[in-house]
């Protein structure tokens, strides 16, 4: 199922108030860990897998990428990404992920940021990705943690008094379907285990650089006293892996 949430004048409407939304790459949690897995990015071509409001391929410009091309379902999300943009060498496509067919080796790079959970097939990614990247090139993205995604009830167990007493998990072994709430009801997101994503990205020929299970940045801690609950329990699951090069 290909879902648009972000098209829903609702859902759009309280996205757009996140902290991420409103600050960008310094206001998400995971960045500080996520930008030091993105290699160098000097003349490389770079595709962003569900770029949203297009900080990313902004971001991968700033590097002095030499091209950027960012995929988005959502035309609220591509609106806004062109509003923000003025870069030739940046082009945005209205496109599923699960739909994107770019040349072979076409890519540098590709990244990706909190959209694969939404993907029923993370392989068919794996093998796409693989494809269209050239031998040597990398692969980097983040995902919400399985243990975040394994209850289709994603949030805390609290006591009577509302404290937040722990994170359960449940289903995690039972992979699939979570429909659950984010911003809006009735939103569906796709539950896999660490080690499908890991056997996945081997599985299409891709060698592991680094796994990551972030937590905020000191400065978010300090400053946010919600944000300290986060280092209770993973929120993000971040990957860097690398097309083996056949020669090598």
Request: charged share 30%; net charge negative.
């Given at each position: 199922?290909?879902?648009?949430?972000?098209?829903?004048?609702?859902?759009?409407?309280?996205?757009?108030?996140?902290?991420?939304?409103?600050?960008?790459?310094?206001?998400?949690?995971?960045?500080?860990?996520?930008?030091?897995?993105?290699?160098?990015?000097?003349?490389?071509?770079?595709?962003?897998?569900?770029?949203?409001f297009?900080?990313?391929?902004r971001?991968?410009?700033?590097?002095?990428?030499?091209?950027?091309?960012?995929?988005?379902?959502?035309e609220?999300?591509?609106q806004?990404?062109?509003?923000?943009?003025d870069?030739?060498?940046?082009?945005?496509?209205?496109?599923?992920?699960?739909?994107?067919e770019?040349?072979?080796?076409?890519?540098?790079?590709?990244?990706?940021?909190?959209a694969?959970?939404?993907?029923?097939?993370?392989?068919?990614?794996?093998?796409?990705?693989h494809?269209c990247?050239?031998?040597?090139?990398a692969?980097?993205?983040s995902?919400?943690h399985?243990?975040?995604?394994?209850?289709?009830?994603?949030?805390?167990?609290?006591?009577?008094?509302?404290?937040r007493?722990?994170?359960?998990?449940?289903?995690?072994?039972?992979?699939?379907?979570?429909?659950?709430?984010?911003?809006?009801e009735n939103?569906?997101?796709?539950?896999?285990?660490?080690?499908?994503?890991?056997?996945d990205?081997?599985?299409?020929?891709?060698?592991l650089k680094?796994?990551?299970?972030?937590?905020?940045?000191?400065?978010m801690?300090?400053n946010?006293?919600?944000?300290?609950?986060?280092?209770?329990?993973?929120?993000?699951?971040?990957?860097?892996?690398?097309?083996?090069?056949?020669?090598?």
């Amino acid at each position: 199922m290909k879902q648009n949430k972000y098209d829903d004048s609702k859902f759009f409407s309280a996205y757009k108030e996140m902290p991420r939304s409103i600050k960008g790459l310094e206001g998400a949690g995971e960045w500080h860990v996520f930008k030091k897995l993105i290699p160098n990015l000097k003349d490389k071509s770079v595709l962003d897998l569900g770029c949203g409001f297009g900080w990313h391929c902004r971001f991968a410009r700033e590097q002095h990428a030499s091209s950027v091309i960012g995929v988005d379902i959502s035309e609220n999300m591509l609106q806004r990404a062109r509003e923000q943009t003025d870069d030739p060498a940046i082009s945005y496509l209205k496109l599923p992920i699960e739909d994107i067919e770019f040349s072979k080796s076409q890519f540098d790079v590709v990244i990706s940021s909190l959209a694969f959970h939404y993907i029923e097939s993370f392989e068919v990614i794996c093998k796409k990705v693989h494809d269209c990247l050239k031998p040597g090139g990398a692969f980097v993205f983040s995902v919400e943690h399985p243990i975040f995604t394994s209850r289709n009830e994603q949030d805390w167990y609290l006591d009577d008094q509302g404290n937040r007493l722990h994170w359960p998990v449940d289903n995690y072994q039972s992979e699939g379907v979570r429909e659950t709430t984010f911003l809006t009801e009735n939103v569906i997101k796709y539950h896999r285990t660490i080690s499908t994503y890991i056997n996945d990205l081997i599985g299409a020929g891709f060698a592991l650089k680094a796994i990551k299970e972030p937590m905020p940045s000191d400065e978010m801690l300090k400053n946010n006293e919600v944000m300290k609950d986060e280092k209770r329990r993973p929120m993000f699951l971040i990957i860097s892996a690398v097309k083996e090069n056949p020669s090598s």
